[in-house]
């Protein structure tokens, strides 16, 4: 029974993985399923938010008026695609899992093989949030960082570097926490404070951080 503390608020929530082909067959990808930013969605949906919602490949999937659902590829796509909305929106969440690099040539027909070792090479990727912190004008921008070590450092290293309001981070260090997992078990940081959250249901997880945001954008 969700209140609708969203009502009249624009959303534009990433979610799953990138998939960077390196010729027609393969791709370089990651764990991501999208379930943790599909579950922001609904539950910013619920509270009455209207929700753009741009997905690389998950076979997560919604029903309901209030999202609209953007299915993308490669990172490439999904950096066009975000900023065709970016500007128009109140509240940004990026919890794709995005790549870092793409192959630097994608190759037309699929790779052969051969008695040689292969080698690919491997290009940067822009950086979505990055650019999205640069470009802020009155947006309440949220980053996520998933970690392995350094956890806290790394993830206020990319509030502060990317221009954020707010990051969620999610370590691989806790068990049953980020990807696939239908739980996780999040810390949040804003420039100014932190908290940290049990191990709940990823359903959870979005309700907390949609709370958490409410009160931020209030006090704003
Ligand atoms: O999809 P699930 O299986 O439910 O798993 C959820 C999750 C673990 C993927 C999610 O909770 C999460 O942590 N998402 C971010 C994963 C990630 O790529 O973190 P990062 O620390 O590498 O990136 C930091 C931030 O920059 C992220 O908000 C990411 O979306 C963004 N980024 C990163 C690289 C890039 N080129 N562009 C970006 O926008």
């Known amino acids: 029974?969700?209140?609708?503390?969203?009502?009249?608020?624009?959303?534009?929530?990433?979610?799953?993985?990138?998939?960077?082909?390196?010729?027609?067959?393969?791709?370089?990808?990651?764990h991501s399923s999208g379930k943790m930013g599909f579950e922001i969605a609904k539950k910013a949906a619920k509270k009455g938010a209207e929700v753009i919602l741009i997905s690389g490949p998950s076979s997560e999937k919604v029903d309901d008026k209030n999202i609209t659902l953007h299915k993308v590829t490669?990172?490439?796509?999904?950096?066009?695609e975000v900023f065709k909305y970016y500007e128009n929106v109140d509240i940004a969440i990026m919890s794709a899992a995005v790549a870092d690099y793409t192959p630097k040539?994608?190759?037309?027909?699929?790779?052969?093989?051969s008695e040689n070792e292969l080698t690919i090479e491997l290009v940067k990727n822009k950086d979505i949030l990055k650019t999205m912190g640069e470009q802020k004008s009155h947006q309440f921008l949220v980053g996520f960082a998933l970690e392995t070590q350094n956890e806290e450092e790394n993830a206020k290293g990319k509030l502060i570097k990317k221009n954020l309001d707010m990051i969620i981070l999610n370590s691989l260090r806790d068990e049953g926490?980020?990807?696939?997992?239908?739980?996780?078990?999040?810390?949040?940081?804003?420039?100014?404070?932190?908290?940290?959250?049990?191990?709940?249901s990823k359903e959870e997880v979005a309700n907390d951080i949609l709370?958490?945001?409410?009160?931020?954008?209030?006090?704003?």
């Open 74 to 80: 490669s990172a490439q796509e999904m950096f066009d």
């Open 1 to 30: 029974d969700d209140v609708l503390s969203f009502a009249g608020k624009k959303f534009l929530i990433t979610a799953g993985p990138t998939y960077e082909n390196i010729d027609p067959v393969r791709f370089i990808g990651n």
């Open 105 to 113: 040539v994608k190759a037309t027909e699929k790779i052969k093989k």
């Open 211 to 220: 709370n958490f945001i409410e009160q931020k954008i209030v006090t704003k």
């Open 177 to 200: 926490a980020g990807f696939a997992n239908s739980t996780n078990k999040i810390k949040i940081f804003t420039p100014t404070e932190e908290h940290s959250f049990d191990l709940k």
